[in-house]
């Protein structure tokens, strides 16, 4: 591990090689927040809302374990064990799902990737949680994704300030420590549910096969912007338990976008259009005869392009035509939940 006088002194390199040791150091940002213990009280801000959480990680036996607990509002725990996380409110479990790490799980190949897409700076030191830390700026070279700005821990690399902006750089949302240990141990104590909770969803549902140029057994991904790719598909039982919803992966090695894909049942209201809140945005239409919803936190243009590039097989003889995704009224985004009221 660097030395903070090291740190200081890669400013001084020279701009390609600087780019360079910018991406060394995301990824011993990338690998310490998942390989390191610590915890501390973070604060997560999105321009509309800001909750204050207490955070703690660890790395036991190769599996990340992770819990956050809120400080304000309802009582809220987010408990992440491996791929998967549990929520409770009080002690009643409200969700599962899949979640990625408080940081992207970085590779010397996903960096190249990315760097196809995003220009690399190295923004020096600078001070988080009473704490020096060394930041990244990924600005992005095209409109179909936003920005990062990354500052680790200058002796452990632990990400201390994780900012995500659009185009102009401003601050879409934030999570940030506020204070910060490095405990050689925590104990098994800390990631226990809240009592009487139950545990929900701890496997993942299993992958479905892959086939050939990106197609599934109803739709096919026949456009994505460049740079996303198919990482991952999977079914699970749809939430009425009458049928099954595919789930779609797509990423560019940073950001993360989701396409779900159900057969509509008994006729009711289903989300259509555009919307978009903080960061997250989101994109519904008929293709075939499914409802599609792709949404991620990437700009509009992005789950736009997604979702008109997907495509459906011939009708059966006397189906009912497609419906234009334009002919329902589009609705807005329900507000994210929030571990604040």
Same mark, same amino acid.
């Given at each position: 591990?660097?030395?903070?006088?090291?740190?200081?002194?890669?400013?001084?390199?020279?701009?390609?090689?600087?780019?360079?040791?910018?991406?060394?150091?995301?990824?011993?940002?990338?690998?310490?927040?998942?390989?390191?213990?610590?915890?501390?009280?973070?604060?997560?801000?999105?321009?509309?809302?800001?909750?204050?959480?207490?955070?703690?990680?660890?790395?036991?036996?190769?599996?990340?374990?992770?819990?956050?607990?809120?400080?304000?509002?309802?009582?809220?725990?987010?408990?992440?064990?491996?791929?998967?996380?549990?929520?409770?409110?009080? &002690?009643?479990?409200? /969700?599962?799902? %899949? $979640?990625?790490?408080?940081?992207? #799980?970085?590779?010397? +190949?996903?960096? *190249?990737? @990315?760097?196809?897409?995003?220009?690399?700076?190295?923004?020096?030191?600078?001070?988080?949680?009473?704490?020096?830390?060394?930041?990244?700026?990924?600005?992005?070279?095209?409109?179909?994704?936003?920005?990062?700005?990354?500052?680790?821990?200058?002796?452990?690399?632990?990400?201390?300030?994780?900012?995500?902006? &659009?185009?102009?750089? /401003?601050?879409? %949302? $934030?999570?940030?420590?506020?204070? #910060?240990?490095?405990? +050689?141990?925590? *104990?098994? @104590?800390?990631?226990?549910?809240?009592?009487?909770?139950?545990?929900?969803?701890?496997?993942?549902?299993?992958?479905?096969?892959?086939?050939?140029?990106?197609?599934?057994?109803?739709?096919?991904?026949?456009?994505?912007?460049?740079?996303?790719?198919?990482?991952?598909?999977?079914?699970?039982?749809?939430?009425?338990?009458?049928?099954?919803?595919?789930?779609?992966?797509?990423?560019?090695?940073?950001?993360?976008?989701?396409?779900?894909?159900?057969?509509?049942?008994?006729?009711?209201?289903?989300?259509?259009?555009?919307?978009?809140?903080?960061?997250?945005?989101?994109?519904?239409?008929?293709?075939?005869?499914?409802?599609?919803?792709?949404?991620?936190?990437?700009?509009?243009?992005?789950?736009?392009?997604?979702?008109?590039?997907?495509?459906?097989?011939?009708?059966?003889?006397?189906?009912?035509?497609?419906?234009?995704?334009?002919?329902?009224?589009?609705?807005?985004?329900?507000?994210?939940?929030?571990?604040?009221?």
């Amino acid at each position: 591990m660097r030395r903070l006088s090291l740190v200081c002194a890669a400013v001084l390199v020279s701009a390609p090689a600087a780019a360079d040791d910018a991406a060394a150091w995301l990824l011993k940002v990338s690998d310490a927040a998942r390989q390191a213990n610590y915890q501390g009280v973070v604060v997560y801000r999105d321009g509309q809302r800001m909750d204050v959480m207490r955070l703690v990680h660890r790395q036991l036996h190769g599996r990340v374990q992770e819990r956050l607990t809120s400080l304000t509002g309802k009582p809220r725990d987010i408990l992440r064990e491996g791929d998967r996380v549990a929520y409770y409110v009080g &002690d009643e479990p409200v /969700r599962s799902a %899949e $979640q990625q790490s408080l940081f992207p #799980v970085l590779s010397q +190949e996903l960096l *190249a990737q @990315a760097a196809r897409h995003y220009e690399f700076k190295d923004l020096g030191i600078a001070r988080v949680a009473a704490r020096p830390c060394r930041g990244v700026l990924m600005s992005p070279r095209d409109e179909f994704r936003y920005g990062y700005e990354i500052c680790g821990d200058a002796v452990t690399a632990v990400p201390l300030r994780v900012t995500l902006l &659009d185009r102009r750089g /401003r601050t879409i %949302e $934030q999570l940030m420590f506020t204070e #910060v240990t490095y405990p +050689e141990r925590i *104990a098994d @104590a800390a990631f226990t549910p809240p009592p009487g909770a139950l545990a929900v969803g701890d496997r993942p549902a299993p992958a479905a096969p892959a086939t050939a140029a990106g197609a599934v057994a109803t739709w096919q991904v026949a456009t994505l912007p460049p740079g996303f790719r198919i990482v991952r598909r999977s079914l699970a039982p749809s939430p009425d338990g009458q049928g099954l919803v595919e789930h779609v992966l797509l990423s560019d090695g940073l950001s993360v976008v989701s396409v779900y894909g159900t057969r509509p049942g008994a006729p009711g209201k289903v989300f259509r259009g555009l919307s978009n809140m903080g960061a997250m945005s989101a994109y519904g239409r008929r293709v075939g005869a499914f409802h599609i919803t792709v949404i991620g936190e990437v700009p509009v243009s992005t789950v736009r392009m997604i979702g008109d590039g997907l495509t459906a097989p011939d009708p059966a003889p006397g189906a009912a035509p497609e419906a234009s995704p334009d002919a329902a009224e589009p609705e807005q985004l329900s507000q994210p939940e929030s571990l604040t009221d």
